[in-house]
């Protein structure tokens, strides 16, 4: 099967700017997810949707972050304004449906982001 | 908050030696997964555990999940360079979401 599709790999962006990140999970994997991984640190979830719902954003910040999937399939995260501290590797997860915080992920390559 | 210790941060072994990574949790876990990262990879799933005292055998690699639930372990046998990579454990405490530990890095001596 094919594995989770994130575009673009690297990203490098100054302060202030906006940046989208696109994510496709695989075929029939109803629960998406966006993790932060901080470089030396472990991934830390951003956002969970079950199809096109939010299960999860609590750990979102939500005044300048932004993500859906509309359609329940691919999702999009959105940085806007970008802060230094956003540099980190952004990764995209899915999981089969109806498993809850108990179905392992499938992770994507992840996108680099720097700011300067 | 609820969080996931994982210890040591760092090892390095010479090829051949054992390695053994710990993963403590402040509250239960309704099971435990753990996760290999390559430098410059991503996650990838290896394992779950879900039962009191489950353990788990992969070819040279040894998984534990603690009788209470709150601890797990991951001990390579005779590690080879290939075991390169941070080592990630990762458990949901009481229904909530699933959280990352901070990983041990592993780095082998040829």
């Known amino acids: 099967e094919a594995g989770v599709a994130q575009s673009p790999r690297y990203k490098i962006i100054e302060k202030r700017q906006s940046v989208a990140f696109w994510c496709n999970p695989i075929?029939?994997?109803?629960?998406l997810y966006w993790y932060q991984q901080i470089l030396g640190q472990g991934p830390k979830l951003l956002i969970q949707?079950?199809?096109?719902?939010?299960?999860?954003d609590s750990q979102l910040p939500k005044d300048r972050f932004s993500a859906e999937r509309l359609k329940g399939v691919d999702s999009t995260l959105k940085i806007q304004p970008a802060k230094l501290e956003d540099s980190a590797v952004y990764l995209c997860?899915?999981?089969?449906?109806?498993?809850?915080?108990?179905?392992?992920?499938?992770f994507g390559n992840g996108t680099r982001l720097t700011v300067t | 908050g609820q969080q996931v210790m994982q210890i040591p941060q760092y090892q390095h072994v010479q090829e051949g030696e054992d390695f053994t990574t710990y993963c403590n949790s402040s509250?239960?876990?309704?099971?435990i997964q753990w996760y290999k990262q390559r430098p410059g990879g991503h996650p990838v799933f290896l394992i779950q555990?879900?039962?009191?005292?489950e353990v788990k055998k992969q070819k040279r690699l040894t998984f534990q999940f603690g009788e209470a639930k709150k601890n797990s372990s991951l001990h390579i046998t005779a590690t080879q360079t290939t075991d390169v990579g941070t080592y990630f454990c990762?458990?949901?405490?009481?229904?909530?979401?699933?959280?990352f530990g901070e990983g041990t890095q592993l780095t082998v001596n040829p």
């Open positions: 555990l879900v039962k009191s005292g």
């Open positions: 997860a899915s999981s089969p449906s109806g498993a809850g915080y108990n179905s392992p992920l499938h």
């Open positions: 509250t239960t876990l309704s099971n």
């Open positions: 990762a458990g949901p405490p009481s229904g909530s979401r699933l959280t």
């Open positions: 949707f079950q199809n096109n719902g939010v299960v999860d």
């Open positions: 075929s029939g994997h109803a629960t």
